[in-house]
């Protein structure tokens, strides 16, 4: 168990979202199912993209699976994924191809697909970002997945810049609730985020409308708030487990700084997002190795409104707000901070005394 606070709980149905939002939770809740049940079918060898990272059979296919069912709803709207089907399409991959082609037979609506039509799926991905679109990133923590830790499938949708739906299926992890202890109030419910083998469950905020917890059964939504803890040396911090990612010696620091001696929590993907959101952590910290890399929007966009909607604040290192109007990357933003909104302005007081860029 990572953390446990007291919350706030409401029963809300997934439809009072919205239509939009609706469709988008239960297309991501059905390919978490899916990732679920295939799981053991799902590893294997990764192929390794031009970038270096790898990419697996399940990075396809929920790509394959999450256009499909989009542009069954939204012909119109153009998709932007992280994966497209270049690697797939070459000589050494032909037994991941098969795979992705057998298994997608299963998890899409229809059956059995040809291996053009599963790869023209793939390739959906590839569209522009305008002035509405989706972005997606099939398996965010891919590494997670190979190692038996956490990954999530992360899905928003951006108009004219900014986030308005943000999607994040966690096949690993659960927001359970549960009567708080106090007698006094039948109102409360106790957040626990849990790893491990558990249920497993999608996040979902809507500009405006709050940030939720969707389990796998039912359509009853329990709301994501940030903890309300202001103290800067009661910060707990995410972080990624990826080394190359961030500058983790650097978080620590930081915390030192905040006279914080809690360990980060070291996780992949936007599953820190979702524990932010829940209460289980006040602060989450990107701060790049590489002062040349700039974050992918399908590895930022659900997470940043899940993380504001459930009352939280998201800036990058210079207090700026994530700006996703410069396409595929954030151009305009370095490193990222993400807290409970209480304890921002320290962070970012901390990162401007040490020069942190
Ligand atoms: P995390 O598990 O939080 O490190 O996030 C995983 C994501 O980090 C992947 O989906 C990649 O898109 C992204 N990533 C890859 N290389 C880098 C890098 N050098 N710096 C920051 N993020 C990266
Ligand atoms: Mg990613």
Redesign the pocket.
């Known amino acids: 168990m990572v953390a446990a606070k007291h919350r706030r709980r409401y029963l809300v149905h997934l439809e009072s979202l919205g239509p939009d939002a609706a469709f988008a939770g239960e297309v991501i809740r059905d390919a978490v199912r899916s990732i679920r049940a295939l799981e053991r079918d799902l590893l294997g060898d990764p192929l390794t993209k031009a970038n270096a990272?790898p990419v697996t059979v399940a990075d396809f296919l929920v790509q394959a699976f999450v256009a499909s069912r989009l542009a069954q709803r939204f012909p119109d709207d153009p998709l932007v994924g992280?994966e497209d089907a270049t690697v797939l399409r070459t000589e050494p991959a032909r037994k991941v191809r098969r795979r992705v082609v057998e298994l997608a037979g299963r998890m899409l609506p229809g059956g059995a697909l040809e291996t053009e039509q599963m790869l023209a799926w793939i390739d959906r991905g590839r569209g522009a970002c305008g002035h509405r679109f989706w972005t997606l990133?099939p398996i965010?923590?891919?590494?997670?997945l190979l190692r038996g830790g956490q990954y999530v499938i992360a899905l928003a949708l951006l108009v004219d810049g900014s986030v308005q739906i943000g999607v994040i299926g966690c096949p690993r992890l659960s927001v359970r609730t549960a009567p708080a202890s106090r007698a006094d109030s039948g109102e409360h419910a106790m957040v626990a985020a849990v790893e491990g083998d558990v249920e497993g469950g999608v996040a979902i905020g809507v500009r405006g409308r709050g940030a939720w917890w969707l389990s796998l059964h039912g359509d009853h939504l329990t709301r994501l708030s940030v903890s309300t803890e202001a103290n800067p040396a009661q910060t707990c911090a995410l972080h990624?487990?990826?080394s190359?990612?961030?500058d983790l010696d650097e978080l620590r620091r930081v915390l030192r700084e905040l006279r914080s001696d809690a360990s980060p929590i070291l996780?992949?993907?936007?599953t820190?997002h979702v524990l932010l959101a829940a209460g289980a952590a006040e602060l989450l910290m990107?701060i790049?190795?590489?002062p040349l890399?700039r974050?992918?929007i399908?590895?930022q966009a659900a997470g940043a409104l899940i993380v504001e909607e459930a009352g939280g604040r998201v800036t990058d290192l210079d207090g700026l707000a994530l700006d996703f109007t410069t396409g595929r990357h954030l151009l305009r933003n370095t490193g990222i901070v993400a807290s409970n909104s209480l304890l921002h302005d320290a962070v970012l007081d901390v990162v401007r005394q040490r020069s942190i860029r």
């Open positions: 990272s992280e990133d965010d923590g891919t590494k997670g990624s487990l990826e190359r990612h961030s996780m992949d993907g936007q820190k990107r790049p190795t590489d890399y974050e992918a399908w590895d």
